[in-house]
Nanobody, 123 residues
């Protein structure tokens, strides 16, 4: 099971920190990722935001590079997303996902999703 927290409303330029806590048989040392679904978009349109491979390699979508930082704490079984310099286009529901394979290459690799946490950025 994956549970996200930390969403909320913030003004342009602000920051938020999302956290994903894994429980049960889910282990954040595997490949994990953050996805987001913008308002009015379908589930299949979820965009990959940031990912951590099973070897610790991190990757970011071009749209968030330099602004977002993904990190995990294997001891606490958590995956965090620090979001800085937020823009209105970052408004979305953010989902944590566990993936098959060594890297979460796309949403199709995700086999377990959290329920999501809402992030709203207003100008």
């Amino acid at each position: 099971r994956l549970v996200e927290s930390g969403g909320g409303s913030v003004q342009v330029g602000g920051s938020l920190r999302l956290s994903c806590t894994a429980s049960g048989d889910t282990y954040t040392g595997q490949s994990m990722a953050w996805f987001r679904q913008a308002p009015g978009k379908k589930r299949e349109d979820r965009e990959g935001v940031a990912a951590v491979g099973s070897d610790g390699t991190v990757a970011y979508a071009d749209s968030v590079k330099g602004r977002f930082i993904v990190s995990r704490d294997i001891d606490k079984n958590t995956l965090d997303l620090q979001m800085n310099s937020l823009k209105p286009e970052d408004t979305a529901t953010y989902y944590c996902a566990a993936c098959t394979g060594d890297y979460c290459v796309s949403r199709y690799a995700a086999y377990l999703w959290g329920l999501g946490t809402q992030v709203t950025v207003s100008s």
